[in-house]
């Protein structure tokens, strides 16, 4: 179900920075929790960011804490992921997400929170 349009990502030189954008539109701007995942080749996809409107903090995995920062724009449903010193090791395919908890196919739980809405992807790639 493509519910959420993502953009942003590329190339970038280790300690570099890359601005990823979601929108979403359809039942996906009533979810309360966003999130952003990344999955590297050949695993599983990985919750690195999380926040929900409705009072809270983010929350970020280790590897990208501090350096990371998930934010929100409701008045245009969008959410974005700003990613500082990157590292080669950041170099994945990284997916935004919106909660969806009618435990449709392609849901995957971070944080205690289930995602259902998923933006296409998009490849960060950190190297020289």
């Known amino acids: 179900r493509i519910l959420m349009e993502q953009s942003g990502g590329g190339s970038v030189q280790p300690g570099g920075s890359l601005r990823l954008s979601c929108v979403a539109s359809?039942?996906?701007?009533?979810?309360?929790?966003k999130a952003w995942f990344r999955q590297y080749p050949g695993k599983d996809r990985e919750g690195i960011a999380v926040?929900?409107?409705?009072?809270?903090?983010?929350f970020y995995v280790d590897s990208v804490k501090g350096r990371f920062a998930i934010s929100l724009d409701d008045a245009n449903n969008a959410f974005y992921l700003q990613m500082d010193k990157l590292q080669p090791g950041d170099s994945a395919l990284y997916y935004c997400?919106?909660?969806?908890?009618?435990?449709?196919?392609?849901?995957?739980?971070?944080?205690?929170?289930?995602?259902?809405?998923w933006g296409q992807g998009t490849q960060v790639t950190v190297s020289w």
């Open positions: 359809g039942d996906a701007t009533q979810s309360n929790c």
């Open positions: 926040l929900c409107n409705r009072g809270g903090s983010p």
């Open positions: 997400a919106a909660e969806d908890d009618t435990g449709v196919p392609g849901t995957w739980t971070f944080h205690g929170v289930d995602f259902g809405f």
